[in-house]
Structure formats: C-alpha cells, structure tokens
C-alpha cells in the first residue's frame, strides 16, 4: 500500500529565508503525488503535483518540488518565506486504483519577521 | 462561485443526536469525497462516490452514511453522535482520472458535547 511520511511536524523559519518541507513516499507502483496547503479555518488547496511528466514540479505561489525516485521523496521548497506562507502543508499520494487519497500527518510551518 | 459548498460550516449537538452534513460541487466532476480531520490535523478518507455509485468505504463506524441524490451532491448522515466523532470533517470533488487534483470544501467543524 502507498504510504507518506512528513518529517517534522513543525517548521519554523524567518521571512526571506529558504522553506524546505520533506515528504518521502511508498509506493509499490510509479506515484502520484500532490502537495495541499490549508490555512487556519479553511479547506485544503492544492499547491502542486507530479503525475510522472517532468521531476521538477512548479506549483502556486512561488512552491516547487522535486521528485527523486532513488529518495523516495518529493520535498517542498520556497527560496524566499513570505509571512503568508504560514500555514499547514500535507504532503499526499494516490492509493490503489479509486483515486483515494493518503495524506502525511502535515507540517505545520511558521513564518517569523 | 464557490467550487465545493458545505452546510453547515459549524455544528453543536449533544450525545446521541443524529445530524446530517450537506456537500455541493459545481465543477462538473464524477467523483466525491469525505475526510475526516482529527484534532492533530490528521486527515483520513471516509468515503468516496463515483457516478453516485459507493467505490471507497474505509473502516468508518455504520452510524456514518453518505448518500449521493446525484454527482453534484454528497450527503453524510451521522446517527447517535459520539464524542469521538467531533472533528472537521471535509468534501472533496474530482475528475475520475488518478492524476486530477481533489478540490475541497471549506469543511464542517462539528462538535459533540
């Protein structure tokens, strides 16, 4: 079964400095896998995806990741942290052949001045 | 236009009431979802709805049940609420392909007194 494992629960950094999220993947067959971001008291909204085109995934907001099979990870990052980046990130991968969903335990990120 | 509604956004009941959370999606997908968000922020897939036909039934208690009327719309009826059951809990829509993103509602905080 597919699985995902967030390392760090809480991720704290300064405005202007690098974000890196780490998320690392099981995965039986090629995955899919998509990053959601969810701010306080609203839904879940998707920042990016890879879906077996291009390694590198650029998603909204300035976010990318990495797909890197020999890892098994797929690591958010932002090269310069915005104070409304503050927020809760999942990590997530597509399990079996109904489009189900398997989410990280998040990584919850905080933006100081 | 809102993509995925859910009524009510917030929920107060006691013990043992039976309550039911209303989901919409306007954007034409087949497929819908409910997650449940605990406390820590963990999500877990409940249930899913292709073509208003059941295809995912996690470990969830038979006091919790969906009914999809059509593919725009995704009931969940709760009987006999349990403390245990306060939670947010989040509707999902998609297409059926496995690469396509879910959009989510902006959730259902329901709390059992």
Redesign the interface.
């Known amino acids: 079964a597919q699985s995902v494992t967030q390392l760090g629960s809480h991720v704290s950094v300064s405005e202007g400095a690098l974000v890196l999220l780490r998320c690392n993947y099981s995965s039986s067959v090629p995955p ?1 896998l ?1 990053w ?1 971001v ?1 701010y306080p ?6 920042l990016l ?1 890879y ?1 077996s085109a291009a390694t590198l995934v650029k998603g909204i907001n300035g976010f990318e990741a990495e797909f890197k099979k020999s890892e098994t990870s797929f690591h958010l990052t932002k090269p310069s942290a915005h104070m409304s980046d503050a927020a ?1 990130y ?1 990590c997530a991968v ?1 399990s079996g ?7 990280g ?2 990584t ?1 990120l905080a933006v100081h001045p | 236009d809102t993509a995925v509604s859910q009524t009510p956004k917030y929920l107060v009941t006691q013990m043992g009431n039976d309550k039911s959370i209303k989901c919409e999606q306007n954007l034409g997908h087949d497929t819908m979802y409910w997650y449940k968000q605990d406390s820590k922020k963990f999500l877990k897939i409940m249930f899913s709805y292709n073509n208003k036909e059941l295809i995912i039934n996690e470990t969830v208690p038979n006091r919790f049940s969906p009914k999809s009327p059509d593919k725009a719309h995704l009931n969940l009826h709760i009987n006999s609420l349990e403390l245990g059951d306060s939670a947010v809990y989040f509707c999902a829509s998609s297409r059926w392909d496995r690469d396509n993103e879910q959009f989510f509602g902006p959730g259902t905080r329901l709390t059992v007194l």
Do not use: D
């Open positions: 899919y998509f959601y969810q008291n609203q839904g879940l909204q998707l995806k879906t809760e999942f597509v052949g109904y489009n189900k969903l398997i989410f335990a998040g919850r």
